[in-house]
Each structure stands twice: as structure tokens, then as C-alpha cells.
């Protein structure tokens, strides 16, 4: 009564009320939350589904982490596959069954049916069975069992009424083991199980499902009934990739993660500054939308190198190119991603869209983010992702990965590739409500130019600036740049060089100025002095000629005189002058 | 009650050589259940009536050797093994449908 009082808070409830039941925890991500614990001990568990959608793999998942993780050693039972082709198929998921095996903790058994081998003649039973069933538990002192896919049987005996009562006496023949077992069986057309098995397995039945959208393959789990226990009801997506089994459990998503104060840098500093707390917040879900070409990435590499440089992990999700192409071309702007690569604390992990379905998409990184345990998850670019769902589905799905890393304390940068002429707020997958740092990076397009420039839009909890800033990407990396305002608002690009440039040089060009005028000036001094001097020379001239003349004038008088005076002398008389003259 | 005969392994080996044409025959039992006795009764009928001697028969009791039930990939019980001459056969019951033995025997025109 006490615990009734208590304040019911969603799943701590649903965690005590389930003690009472016991659990087999199978070991497999996800599985365990979804079902609160694992299947119930010492009952038998029906998983159903159609060919290929891993019941296989999950009954050889459950006994391996059984043995290896809570030394419960297990029998297969496998109606289907051979033992060495069950063998050769585990191997691929990096299960050593022949080990296990060899060292007596599994036990395994193929039960062939031939229908063609066999004749009915008379009354029967499964006694055979049964009794193969025991030697198996008992030679290896199993605690947990599969039986892969039981169904087999009524291909190869006709008396199915009898089959049906043979089945469920072995069922409570499991239970009497105390064995916790898992049964398989092939997805019905109307029912879960084309023989309804589920008539019989009362306690709990997981129903696994693929199925093909756009060539696209998704898989999905869905516990159908947990007698006993409260249990997730949803969907959930799962994979089965080299390690095994994965689901992504969305229950385990609650708004109650903690919020750190601490902030990470952005690895831009002028970014940084912008922001107001000196970068991001530390758990927080950083978006950066944009258009193609506008330095999305560089910002994801910035932060990525930075984070690596203060010695944390950093897993960088990369839908659009390969790892080779992001350490090339973030070096091309002065990241250099390799060395944290080779030491280890970076780790890129390079998929194409459409090689999953989205869910498959988020359980692998789910997975990837569990086992690699980054300080910072990039995701480049989450709209890719839109190529593998609906618009509905990709928010969905981003909720769980968002809340997911807010829960594990892990900063997430996404990037999100909008389209050109749509408008850059509203093309966010449906997510900006749970981001809290929101930035833009769009083209601003003047006089004939493209250039980058970046506001943030939003960023909760932060003093931040509300300018939309230049920033250009160069061989050392990304500068943000001052803030030009012209007559027509923000100056960008060649317009803002030439800004710049008019401003650096109005000094010198004032002193050029002068220097102008004064040159015009000596020019005009020059001009003026030629002048001067070319008078001078003209009045020398003519002064010259004003000078000869008279002398020639004053020679002529001299010589006139000198002639009357040799004629006066002549005629000695001064009378006759003018006619001697006249005569020259 | 029929009782139980188990052949000696000197008795097996023999069988395993045995002569062409000679039936080699092992009947997979649980224990003393109706079901098993009715089917040892019935096979030692027919051996007699239809085989005339030339068989050898060995009688399992999965109980006693879960070990060859495994082995021999029983699944139903009683179960008849005709393992020569060859092709081989598997028929489960208590062998009380005679016609359908002596098909699977592949002795039906000897009968009648």
C-alpha cells in the first residue's frame, strides 16, 4: 500500500508491478525494455512471422546471451535448418555456435520431416520427440529452449487432431523443465500462426514483422499479448545486423533527461561569440538548415575537430558522401579530420539513404551511438532521410533519436538540405520544436553574387545575436566577418570588399588627392615658367635686333659723318653734304 | 504382453551384412505403452507371415536409449525403420493399418 501511494511516475511504476513475474532477460538491445525485463521464466514464449523476418535469429540470439550472459545453457531445436547450416548461418552474426557446443552449454538438434519417408499405419504419438527433447535439456542442463518452427510437424503427419494435442502436452512438458522456451511459427494469412500455435502459448506471443515499401525493407515487433505483465504496445523498429538483433524501444523515451549547463564550442570561435555562452549546450540538439553548398558540413567537421581536440568521441553519420570525401574536403578548408580518425575519436559511418528503411536507419544508429558512446552525434544530413519515409514518419522517428541522445546526454548536430526557393523555417522535417539551437545558413544573392551568410534562428537558454553574418569558408577554415550595412541593407560578397576596400584606402586616396594637386600645380608652374621663359626669349630676340639695329643705325650716322667730314676735308667746305650723301 | 527382445551386437553386425533381399528392420518403441506393444504384436505377424525368416529385426526403447532416438531423428513414436533393402522407410503407428506396412514393406504382392 505503501508503493500505491507513492507518485505514480510512468515506468518506475510499470518496473515494480512486473517483480512478480519472473524474467528471462534476453539480452538483446531493446528487447528487454520492451517487454520490462525479457519473456517469462519457465514459459513458453511464441514468436510468429513470415519467411526471413528473423525468428530464427532471435531464438539463436536468445540462447547465446543466455550462455554467455547469464550462464543458462540452452538447446535448439530446428526443425528447418541442419545443424551445421544453422551453424554457417549464426557464424555471419559472430555467433560461435560450434563452440558453444563443443564446451557443452548448447545442445543442438535438427528434427528432420520427410513427408515422403513416412506412412502412417496405425495410432501414434510424438513420444519421440519428447523424449529427444529431454536427452537434449538434460545433456546439457538447459535452462532455456527453441523450438524453430514446430509447425514443420504438420507438413509431415496428416492426423492433425492429434498433432494439436500432442503439441500442447508438450508444451506443459517444457513447463514441467521449468525451461524457458521460445516457439516459432509461421505467420498465419487470418491468424498469427498458420496452425494457430497461439492457442496454445497462452503466455506470451511477440509478433515479428517485415515488410517492403519503395524497395525498402523495414522490420518490425510487436509483443501481442504478455499474460502477466505490462508491456510495450507500440510497434518497434528492429534490425538484425552483424552483431545480432536490435530494437529501437521508444517506450524507454521520457521528458525527463538532464540538462547541462556545460557548454561544448562550436569549434567556430566567431561562432561561438555569437552564440552569446561561448557554443552549444552540452546535450543539446543543434540543427543547421540551409541550402546546397553553404558550408553545412564544415560547421559538423568544426565542431567534430574541436570536440576531438578536447579528447571526447565524436560518431558522424554521413547520408551524403564517403568517409574518404569528408576528410579530403574538410581539408580543403583547413579541418583536418584524419588524425582523429587513426586515434580513434572519430568515427564516420557512411550509408547511403536508401539503403535501409528509416526505422532500420535510426535502430543502426541507435545501435552505433549505445556501442560507440560519442560525446557528439552528427547526422549529415537528417533530410536524406525523408528519402526512406513519409515526412510524418521521419519526425517521428527524429523524436525518438532526439530524445535518445538528449537522454544519454549526447549534443546532436543535424543538418537539414532545404530546398532552393522553399522557405528555409518551415522545411525542417516537423522537427524544430525539440531543437534547441537552430541556425540558418542561407545565399544571400547581390549584384550578380552568391554569398553564405548565417543567423541563428533560435537558441533556447542563450543570449544570442540576432544578425544574419557573412561567413566564408577559406583554406583556414571558417571566418565569420564584420557586419556590413549598406543603402540597401546587409552588404555581402564583392560588394562588401569593395566596401571594406573604399574604407581601408580613403586615407590614401585623400592623400592621393593631394598629391594630385600638388603635381598639377608644379604642372601649372611649369606651364607658367615655359611661358615666362619663352617671352623672355622672344623679347631677348627681339631686344637683340632692337640693339643691332641701332647700332647699324649709328654706324650709318658715324659713317655719313665720317664721309661729310672726308668730303668737307676734300672740298674743305661742310656745303656739299647732301649731295655726296645722296650718292652712297 | 509381447516381451521386449533386444538383439545382441553380435546379432546387429550380422544384420548390417545382410544377404540381398534380406530385411533389415528396427522398431522404435516407448517403453511398454499400449501403443508399442500392439506395434511389436503386429510386426512379428507380418515378419512371420510375409517374410519368412528372412529379416532381422532390432527393437529400440527410446526410453532406455533416448540417445538413438536423437540419432536416428525419431519424432513419432512407435516408428518402423525398413533399412534394407533400400529405398528407406519410415512408418510410424502401431502398424495396425496392414495393407499400408506391407506397401511401405514393399512385400504387397507377397501377401494373400
Known amino acids: 500500500m505503501q508503493r500505491l501511494s507513492k507518485k505514480r511516475t510512468g515506468l518506475a511504476v510499470l518496473a515494480k508491478t512486473v517483480e512478480r513475474l519472473e524474467k528471462a532477460p534476453t539480452g538483446i538491445v531493446g528487447l528487454d525494455e520492451i517487454t520490462l525485463g525479457g519473456l517469462p521464466r519457465g514459459r513458453a514464449t511464441l514468436i510468429c512471422g513470415s519467411a526471413g523476418c528473423g525468428k530464427t535469429m532471435l531464438g539463436v540470439e536468445f540462447l547465446v546471451n543466455g550462455i554467455r550472459e547469464y550462464g543458462e545453457p540452452g538447446v535448439f531445436v530446428a526443425f528447418e535448418e541442419t545443424k551445421n547450416e544453422l551453424v554457417v548461418n549464426s557464424a555471419a552474426l559472430d555467433f560461435d555456435l560450434g563452440k558453444l557446443v563443443r564446451e557443452g552449454k548448447l545442445a543442438i538438434d535438427h528434427v528432420h520431416i520427410d513427408p515422403n519417408e513416412i506412412a502412417e499405419t496405425g495410432e501414434y504419438d510424438l513420444e519421440g520427440l519428447f523424449i529427444r527433447l529431454k536427452y537434449a535439456i538434460e545433456s ?36 514441467s523443465f521449468g525451461v524457458t522456451a521460445i516457439i516459432t511459427g509461421e505467420r498465419g494469412e487470418n491468424a498469427l500462426t498458420r496452425y494457430g500455435l497461439e492457442e496454445y502459448v497462452a503466455d506470451c506471443v511477440i509478433l515479428l514483422d517485415h515488410r517492403v515499401r519503395d524497395q525498402i525493407t523495414t522490420r518490425r515487433i510487436r509483443i501481442v499479448k504478455y499474460r502477466g505483465s505490462r508491456h510495450g504496445t507500440n510497434e518497434y523498429p528492429f534490425i538484425i545486423d552483424e552483431r ?13 533527461h ?16 555569437m552564440l552569446g555562452v561561448g557554443g552549444y549546450y552540452r546535450g543539446s540538439t543543434v540543427l543547421m538548415s540551409g541550402t546546397a553548398g553553404m558550408g553545412k558540413s564544415s560547421f559538423a567537421s568544426a565542431l567534430a575537430r574541436s570536440t576531438c581536440e578536447g579528447g571526447e568521441r565524436v560518431l558522424y553519420f554521413a547520408f551524403e558522401e564517403s568517409e574518404k570525401q569528408i576528410v579530403r574536403n574538410m581539408r580543403s578548408i583547413g579541418i583536418d579530420l584524419q588524425p582523429h580518425l587513426d586515434s580513434g575519436r572519430l568515427r564516420i559511418v557512411a550509408q547511403r539513404p536508401f539503403l535501409y528503411g528509416l526505422e532500420m536507419h535510426l535502430v543502426s544508429m541507435h545501435k552505433e551511438i549505445n556501442r560507440f558512446r560519442p560525446a557528439v552525434v552528427v547526422v549529415d544530413p537528417i533530410s536524406n532521410l525523408i528519402s526512406a519515409g513519409t515526412e510524418r514518419e521521419v519526425s517521428a522517428m527524429l523524436t525518438l533519436l532526439i530524445d535518445f541522445l538528449k537522454t544519454e546526454g549526447v549534443t546532436g548536430f543535424f543538418t537539414v538540405l532545404t530546398e532552393n526557393g522553399g522557405r528555409l523555417e518551415t522545411s525542417d522535417t516537423g522537427v524544430s520544436s525539440l531543437i534547441d539551437t537552430w541556425m540558418l ?31 566564408l ?32 584606402d580613403a586615407s590614401v586616396r585623400q592623400a592621393d588627392d593631394q598629391e594630385i594637386k600638388r603635381a598639377q600645380l608644379e604642372r601649372r608652374r611649369k606651364a607658367m615658367e615655359a611661358q615666362i621663359e619663352a617671352l623672355r626669349a622672344e623679347f631677348e630676340a627681339d631686344a637683340v635686333e632692337v640693339d643691332r639695329a641701332l647700332s647699324l643705325e649709328s654706324k650709318r650716322e658715324k659713317r655719313a659723318l665720317d664721309n661729310q667730314s672726308a668730303m668737307a676735308k676734300s672740298r674743305r667746305a661742310n656745303g656739299h653734304l647732301s649731295q655726296n650723301s645722296n650718292r652712297k | 504382453m509381447a516381451k521386449i527382445h533386444r538383439i545382441t551386437p553380435h546379432a546387429r553386425a550380422k544384420a548390417s551384412k545382410s544377404k540381398h533381399g534380406r530385411y533389415m528392420l528396427r522398431l522404435f518403441t516407448s517403453g511398454t505403452t499400449p501403443r508399442s506393444t500392439t506395434a511389436l504384436r503386429n510386426l512379428r505377424e507380418i515378419c512371420e507371415t510375409d517374410l519368412e525368416g528372412n529379416y532381422d529385426l532390432e527393437v529400440v526403447d527410446i526410453y532406455q536409449e533416448p540417445g538413438r532416438a536423437t540419432e536416428s531423428d525419431i519424432i513419432a513414436a512407435p516408428t518402423l525403420i525398413k533399412e534394407e533393402p533400400l529405398p528407406t522407410k519410415r512408418m510410424v503407428g502401431d502398424l495396425s493399418d496392414r495393407p499400408k506396412v506391407l506397401l511401405g514393406l514393399a512385400i504387397a504382392g507377397k501377401s494373400k
Do not use: W
Not at chain 1, 244 to 256: I, R
Not at chain 1, 476 to 489: A, C, D, H, R, W
Open chain 1, 140 to 175: 546439457v542442463g538447459a535452462k532455456r529452449v527453441v523450438l524453430d518452427t514446430i509447425e514443420t510437424l504438420f507438413s509431415g503427419f496428416s492426423n492433425t487432431a492429434l498433432l494439436r494435442a500432442e503439441i500442447r502436452r508438450l508444451f506443459q512438458y517444457l513447463k
Open chain 1, 244 to 256: 545480432g538483433f536490435s530494437v529501437l524501444p521508444v517506450t524507454s523515451m521520457a521528458l525527463n
Open chain 1, 258 to 273: 538532464k540538462v547541462s549547463s556545460q557548454v561544448i564550442s562550436t569549434g567556430v570561435p566567431d561562432l561561438d561569440a
Open chain 1, 441 to 471: 545558413v542561407r545565399d544571400i544573392e547581390i549584384s550578380g553574387e552568391r554569398n553564405r551568410g548565417l543567423y541563428v534562428l533560435k537558441s533556447r537558454g542563450m543570449n544570442h545575436s540576432n544578425q544574419i553574418r557573412e561567413f
Open chain 1, 473 to 504: 569558408l577559406s583554406s583556414k577554415g571558417i571566418k565569420l566577418v564584420e557586419v556590413y550595412l549598406g543603402p540597401s541593407g546587409m552588404l555581402t560578397g564583392s560588394a562588401r570588399v569593395a566596401l571594406e576596400e573604399q574604407e581601408r
